[in-house]
Structures are given as structure tokens and as C-alpha cells.
């Protein structure tokens, strides 16, 4: 008997992430591109989201804004119920670091160092000792099937295998809310599915998973679909479950 995703959805707990009506324009001279128009998103712990959407739609551009990595031009981000935009520096460099495993469209990856020491850099970052660092690095990369590349850079090694080494920079930090913009787009339908079996393993064990894909057959693994249209959530059935529920209940 084979067990379907809704046999194995977690109830989420509370609410983590809460965006009210963000936008994000990007000035480019006389020209202003309205990335984002007014998204409101509620994302609990324990969440597993698929966003999808046309190129251009604001997909990457709404990650960012997740992972606090750019501020929006107006509305309003509430990180754990605290308003993000009035966090210091500290605090924000202190959710990018232990709270969020960010894997980049791009990878990001430092072009002039090997798998060992990109997987490290987050551990660097926050503090870790030199040894424990090599040594879980050393073993995120291993989980990922990389475990014979940790001596390779970027340009040594495949489109697919760069992708995991930004996977596994993501994840060796234990973070509990992973944001990934297009995770398997670079790798063949077999390791991606291993990849999504290492996310369902990540969202059983009750972390967050909010990622970005194009494809059906990797969306179909969250358990939640938010599509993005021209900027504004065209979609999102839990939302729209959430809704009809409350109506029952009345
Ligand atoms: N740094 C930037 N400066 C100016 N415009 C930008 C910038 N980043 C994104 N944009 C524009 O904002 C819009 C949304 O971009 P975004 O990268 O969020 O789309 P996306 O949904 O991730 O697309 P894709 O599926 O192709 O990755 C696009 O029209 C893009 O050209
Ligand atoms: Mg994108």
C-alpha cells in the first residue's frame, strides 16, 4: 500500500513567517519594475510549500524577501512575531545564519574554494570551531551523495554536483526553515527525486521547507502550492482550505 503526501502532512505549528501586503520595486533608471504587488503570507513551522509561477512572477524575488536577505519597499514582515524591519543587524545576521538554510537559483557558490570549505562558510560564520566544522561539513556533504568531491571547486565538478554543494551549505547549519529557488532545476529526475527524499526526511523531522519550482512532479512532494502571477499570489490552496474550514465551523 502506498501511502499518499496528505496521509503524511504533520499539523504545522505556529506561525513562523507573516507578510502582510509586501511589494518590492526595483528602480532601474526611468523605469520601475513592480516585482512584487502586495503578497500576504502566513507560513507555520512545520510547513512544506511548493511556489510556483512563471518566470518573472516574483518567485526569487519573494524568497529573498523570506530569508531576509532584501527589505520590501513597503508592507510589513514579521519574523517569530517580531517585526523584521526593526531588528539590527545583529538579530537579522543572526536568523540568516542559524535560523534559514537559503539554497541560491544561482548556487552562490565561492568559485575559489573547494565543496568542504563553501559547505563550511555558514559554520564559519557562526563560530564554529574549526574541527567540528570540517567534520559537519564533511558529513552534510556525504548526505548528499558528495562525499568523494569534497576537494573539488565549483568548475571541477558538474552542474548537478555544484547544486548539492549548495544544498548541503544550506542545510549543514541544522536550520530549522530551508528556502530553496529551484533546487533540482540543474539535476536529472533521479537525483532530484533523492533530493526530495532528503526534504521529506527534513519536514518528518518537522523543519520548515518553502521551495521554488517550475515542475509539477517536484511540487507535488509539499504539501501546500502558493503560485505567484505577475507579482500577487494567484493561488494558494491551503489558504483557501484554511477558509472553508472556518466557514464549517461556523
Ligand atoms: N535586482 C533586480 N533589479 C531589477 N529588476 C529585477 C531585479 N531582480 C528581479 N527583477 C525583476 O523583477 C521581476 C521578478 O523577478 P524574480 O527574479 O523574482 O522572478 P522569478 O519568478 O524568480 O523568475 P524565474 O522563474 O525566471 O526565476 C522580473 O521582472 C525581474 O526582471
Ligand atoms: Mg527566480
Known sequence: ??????????????IVIDIENITKDYVMGEEIVRALRGVSLQIHRNEYIAVMGPSGSGKSTLMNMLGCLDTPTSGRYEFN???????????????????????FQTFNLLPRS?????VE????????????RAERATQTLIDVGLGDRLHHKPNELSGGQRQRVAIA??????????????PTGNLDSKTGEELMALFENLYQRGNTIILVTHEADIARHARR???????LIESDDFAAIRALESVAVR
Open 81 to 103: 512575531g517580531r517585526n523584521v524591519a526593526e531588528m539590527n543587524d545583529d538579530e537579522l545576521a543572526a536568523i540568516r545564519n542559524r535560523e534559514i538554510g537559503f539554497v
Open 121 to 132: 562558510l555558514p559554520l564559519i560564520y557562526a563560530g564554529i570551531d574549526p574541527e567540528t
Open 169 to 182: 551549505r544550506a542545510l549543514v547549519n541544522n536550520p530549522s526553515i530551508i528556502l530553496a529557488d529551484e
Open 114 to 118: 573547494d565543496s568542504l570549505r563553501n
Open 225 to 231: 502550492t502558493v503560485r505567484l502571477r505577475d507579482g
Open 1 to 14: 500500500m502506498s501511502m499518499t503526501n496528505a496521509d503524511m502532512t504533520r499539523p504545522p505549528g505556529p
